[in-house]
């Protein structure tokens, strides 16, 4: 086979902050030392089509997500030290797939915390939405019971 330490260069992380996403910062912490990858992490600030939201709300959401991207990014350090981080607003799985295509990332890595019910029947889940129209493999990493 040819060179497997050159298969995942780029790894792009979305992060809902959730304790599913914590979960699947290991297996991003796992891969990108395997690999010696470069990270970007992403946080969709969720707004869809013309949803108003008071600027005072959103300025504190962008806050509060610049804080929490900064942590994610920090527990990442990797030898490397190529993680970098950024917030975007809108369709989640849109989003993730365009800063996937934008950063030429060779994997999706995000967590299937996800909707149930009712919720997820009319809006579905970010992650299969993500599956279905990613350019690049992904990986979905399920929140282990008791964690």
């Known amino acids: 086979m040819g060179n497997e330490r050159s298969l995942i260069q780029r790894i792009l992380f979305a992060t809902d902050f959730s304790t599913c996403a914590r979960h699947a910062e290991q297996y991003v ?3 990108a030392n395997v690999y010696g990858a470069a990270v970007h992490v992403v946080h969709v600030l969720e707004i869809y089509g013309e949803m108003y939201v008071p600027a005072i709300l959103l300025e504190q959401r962008q806050r509060e997500t ?3 991207l900064t942590e994610v990014a920090r ?3 990797l030898p490397t030290g190529a993680v970098t981080h950024r917030p975007i607003a809108g369709i989640p799985s849109v989003l993730i797939c365009e800063a996937a295509m934008g950063d030429n990332a060779d994997l999706i890595v995000l967590g299937t915390r ?3 019910g009712l919720e997820h029947i009319l809006l579905g889940s970010t992650a299969e939405r993500v599956l279905t129209m990613a350019p690049c493999p992904v ?5 282990m019971n008791g964690s």
């Not at 990986?139 to 929140?143: G, I, N, S």
Request: hydrophobic share 40%; no cysteine; glycine share 6%.
């Open 75 to 77: 527990r990442l350090m």
């Open 29 to 31: 912490t796992f891969l």
């Open 139 to 143: 990986l979905t990493v399920r929140e």
């Open 114 to 116: 996800g909707r149930t």
């Open 66 to 68: 610049a804080e929490q």
